[in-house]
């Protein structure tokens, strides 16, 4: 997954959510009114006019942090950069409109990786609905991608992180771990079964926006909250329970197949690969409990595939992980930016 | 000025803007009928109602490219970053409603050095009337700012670069050249009277964007194209030329006194160095020629600072700086990123 540098330093222990936070207090007094979401959730919303909801997101991906050439191409890269982006809209209950690129380009970098970049980008695009509508281009001693996106969201469907209530269903919309072990594969440190390997790099490299899923579950008022689980659940959890101001129980954890083959070999608990696992873009959502069987049910009939129970919210704060008779703490063990 | 670094290589002789070209091709088929300006302008343009426009605009900061420590604070390069975004959405005439920043992170900067950088981009912000709505942290070689701003426009206000006619005047809201010659001060490559240094420091540290100038001229039904000039005169008018498929002629530049000074002492001739000068964020506007009088009378007594005449488009291709009687091409010298 998104590792910090080895060589980083200067912010070691410094947690980028409560780097977050005192950023947070400097742009406060920005607020405009017709700002509804500030900081904080997985796109900033605001109302250009009275019957509208506009939503944008903002997602750099960073040569050497965030993927190197030796484990996906170009195209690929450019890929998952717009579905990073199209995934916050994803969240956010939103369809994609537009999206603006700000490219850094590296001095070893050719015509052909920047067009092989916007190929990967326009295809993502396109398949998610968006226009790529501008943006900037300069030279940098890396490849940054750096995309914005934009998208809508009619007012009654626009899903927070912080609408969930104790006792809600937690759920996710797919499995956890594929892209994880696909960059195990790439990187030459696993081998599986050829199938198996092949969905993983598949998972890792061309990562599928969940936004017909988002659209689907933001139009029910019993989906109190939604985020996507892009820097792995155990630390994304905590995030959407955090602004819920609830606590979390996980029961269940739908492992991907090639995440659970990998945690085998290697002696590791699948749960833990899974949940610390990032960038598997699935959406985790808190559901009215009443409502969640039958919904699921529809979801199921919808998309053919199924929406997974993980837990459940609660009054209790902290968050734990039933392992059989076992209560283990979640640990916030995915991506954070800035943690050493 | 924003410079390639010096051991740039594999771009070499690409110019920008014909991989803008390049890329534009492969986005086009992303067409959507409510993206009404894509790439090419100082900002792209969509309609989320029938009675909105809505604009943005990215642009990226790299710290050794862009700006350096040596030349500037943390908390003035949050407030330049910010600027040029601002500065693009004036050039559309457009009113600054929020802004995402993606930034990046070197492992020597600090906490310190993060939340003086959000400073002075909140600062920048706040003067624009612009919220910052979210964004992105993440781990990079070196400090990148990219920041994307959105602001809205009436839709018979919105001013493209491509609505000027041959015959139009050109006219610049203010002197040129400040900038570049605040960052030789600031480099210590040159040294003026204090009064005039320190101006054109603050030029070049602290620039305003001509927000209220954009919207003012962006009323007028006889203002026909606008554009920032932040890559340089001589590069920006080529662009603005390019679009609205004339030429041109440069009769007049104004040039900034400290500009001036440092020509002079130089043996350099003025007017070439204010127009090779780069980011100065005064708009270039192509205006009607019978109302230019009445205009720039108007403009004086608003702003009270004069809309300085530099030429007029013409129906002849190319550009042309009228020197005494001399009759010199206008070489594109400004900022261009891929330029060798």
New interface residues.
């Given amino acids: 997954m998104r590792r910090?540098?080895p060589?980083?330093?200067?912010?070691s222990g410094?947690r980028?959510d409560d780097?977050?936070a005192?950023?947070e207090s400097?742009?406060a007094?920005?607020?405009?009114a017709?700002?509804l979401?500030?900081?904080?959730?997985d796109?900033?919303v605001?109302q250009?006019?009275r019957?509208?909801r506009?939503v944008?997101?903002?997602?750099?991906c960073?040569e050497?942090?965030?993927f190197t050439r030796e484990t996906m191409t170009l195209q690929d890269a450019g890929w998952r950069s717009m579905a990073a982006n199209a995934s916050d809209l994803a969240a956010m209950g939103a369809r994609p409109?537009?999206a603006?690129?700000?490219l850094?380009?590296?001095?070893?970098?050719?015509?052909d990786d920047?067009?092989a970049l916007?190929?990967g980008?326009?295809d993502c695009?396109?398949a998610s609905?968006?226009?790529?509508?501008?943006?900037?281009?300069?030279?940098?001693?890396?490849l940054?991608i750096?995309i914005?996106a934009?998208g809508?969201v009619r007012a009654s469907n626009l899903k927070l992180r912080s609408g969930g209530y104790a006792g809600d269903v937690l759920a996710v919309t797919g499995e956890l771990g594929a892209s994880s072990a696909g960059l195990q594969i790439a990187l030459g440190s696993a081998t599986l079964p050829h199938d198996v390997a092949q969905a993983a790099l598949l998972a890792h490299r061309h990562p599928l926006p969940r936004l017909r899923e988002g659209a689907w579950l933001a139009a029910s008022r019993h989906v109190h909250a939604m985020m996507d689980c892009s820097d792995g659940l155990s630390t994304d959890l905590h995030r959407l329970c955090a602004a819920s101001r609830v606590g979390a129980v996980v029961d269940a954890v739908p492992v991907a197949p090639s995440a659970l083959a990998l945690a085998t070999m290697q002696g590791e608990d699948p749960i833990d690969t899974a949940v610390r696992g990032g960038e598997d873009f699935e959406l985790l959502v808190a559901i009215a409990p009443r409502a969640f069987p039958h919904l699921a049910m529809r979801f199921e009939a919808h998309f053919g595939r199924p929406l997974h129970r993980i837990g459940a919210m609660s009054k209790a704060k902290g968050l734990v992980v039933l392992k059989g008779a076992e209560r283990v703490p979640l640990v916030r063990s995915g991506w954070d930016?800035?943690e050493a």
């Fill in positions: 910090p540098e060589g980083a330093s200067g912010l410094l980028e780097l977050v005192a950023i400097i742009v007094s920005n607020a405009d017709r700002l979401v500030g900081i904080g959730d796109a900033a605001w250009p006019s019957s509208h506009s944008i997101t903002s997602d750099a960073i050497g942090v965030h409109v537009l603006t690129v700000s850094g380009v590296g001095p070893q970098s050719t015509r920047i067009l916007y190929r980008m326009a695009a396109r609905g968006m226009a790529i509508a501008g943006g900037d281009l300069v030279r940098t001693p890396m940054t750096a914005t934009v809508e930016h800035f």
